[in-house]
């Protein structure tokens, strides 16, 4: 029963969110309370003093620990900060006019077409994920590209497509969190590897991946260029908008080098200081705030100016952490997992790679990466093993999509939130998008790795 719930509150929410019947911010906590509170008829009590026992009111009475518990608010409380302190930060930068001559300098670089945009967009994107990090990824590359898909009148949701395809697939890399994972998983199995042993057979796959985001990239750049027509794009040129006033008295043209240095400094922080994102962006809003409006007034309306996208993005975040914590806290999560391993036939059990390889990306929609690799992971692993199927190659299998291409749709990360809200695009029409494109790479890579011996049944 715990396994058909879950099941039902992840289907109810994404429908409810992807058909616009209710925003975000009400199905991931709605959907989940109701389906919680119909739980607590279903799991046990205290499973170590009472095997067996079920007390639905001892568990109601749980269920508030479980939202604001380390599985859920409290989960994702340090990235809430993260995500206010960043947006002032960037904010700040914007109103004081750091980008503007970016914008400028990049559109006479790269002229108005679309289609050079959306690869340099990917190739970013690629490029900066190196480090591994969805949320580093996600705060550098849309806030400096945002403003050039506005100026051309690109779609932001193309933006936030582009920049997912591109950090999903190099999430895979071998010090990404579901490669670390699914080589500690299996090593706890006993198939003593490395991750980057274990990474290797499926780099290949990897790079096939890349190039199957750029050729995307280009669609999607064809698309926007088609939608704008040519003609229009040929005869458009940057224009700086018109400002008011009061934007204008904002501008720190005199501070534009400082607020750059500013703004590699964030970055390198962010990259090689070690120290929480959230600690990162705190220090730097002090330093932005302090450089460009010292003064007590200019500094609160700066804050004032940007608190609605600081409401509007933390509140989806906690209501994140309360859709994960009541899935992990009631133990739906796991029951889905012991279901999905249930269900597959004994004489499937040598297609075990290619089966975990398909339903990776959209098994990101219902795990979370803990839950999936230190749980199914491990369950499927032993069961292939039993039809004399390398365990490494349903590892390998897995982070060709679970929450590698999957992660910057899925309503368990707060990354996803994170590029949703920077990119200002809806969450449902960004899966929508994202969704489709992300399985294809997926499979391509899995083509890939089952051609090149990286997957082997």
Known sequence: MLAFLGFLTVVLMLVLIMTKKASPLVALIAVPVVTGIISCAFFITDPENAPGVIDFMANFKKLGGFITGSSGIGSVAATGVMFIFSILFFGILTDAGTFRPIIKKVLDLVGTDPIKIAIGTAILAAIVHLDGSGAVTFLICVPALLPLYDALG?????????????????????????????????????????????????????????????????????????????????????????????????????????????????????????????????????????????????????????????????????????????????????????????????????????????????????????????????????????????????????????MTTGFPVSPLTASTFLLVGLAGVDFGEHQKKTIPMAFIVTIVMLVVAVVTGGVTM
């Open 154 to 402: 690109m779609k932001r949701t193309t933006l936030a497509t582009i920049v997912a395809l591109s950090a999903g697939t190099m999430n895979i890399l071998p010090w990404g969190g579901p490669t670390i994972r699914a080589a500690t998983a299996l090593t706890a199995e006993g198939q003593q590897t490395d991750a980057v042993a274990f990474f290797m057979p499926v780099l290949p796959a990897v790079l096939a991946g890349l190039v199957c985001v750029l050729v995307i990239a280009v669609f999607l750049g064809r698309a926007e260029k088609a939608r704008l027509g040519t003609v229009a794009l040929a005869g458009k040129a940057y224009v700086e908008p018109e400002l008011s006033d009061e934007e204008k008295a904002l501008l720190r043209p005199k501070l534009f080098w400082v607020n750059i240095i500013l703004i590699i400094a964030a970055i390198a922080a962010l990259l090689k200081s070690g120290f929480a994102p959230a600690v990162i962006f705190m220090v730097f809003y002090v330093l932005a705030t302090l450089i460009n409006y010292p003064k007590v007034a200019d500094s609160k309306g700066r804050v004032d100016a940007h608190a609605k996208s600081c409401l509007m993005m933390c509140s989806v975040l906690f209501a994140a952490g309360c859709f994960t914590g009541i899935m992990k806290g009631t133990g739906m999560i796991t029951a889905m997992a012991d279901a999905l391993v249930s269900i597959i036939p004994d004489t499937l059990g040598r297609f075990f790679p290619i089966i975990v390889g398909v339903v990776g990306m959209p098994a990101s929609l219902l795990f979370d990466p803990d839950s999936f690799y230190y749980g199914v992971l491990p369950v499927l692993a032993q069961t292939a093993e039993g039809f004399g199927v390398a365990a490494q190659s349903v590892g390998r299998a897995a982070i060709l999509g679970q």
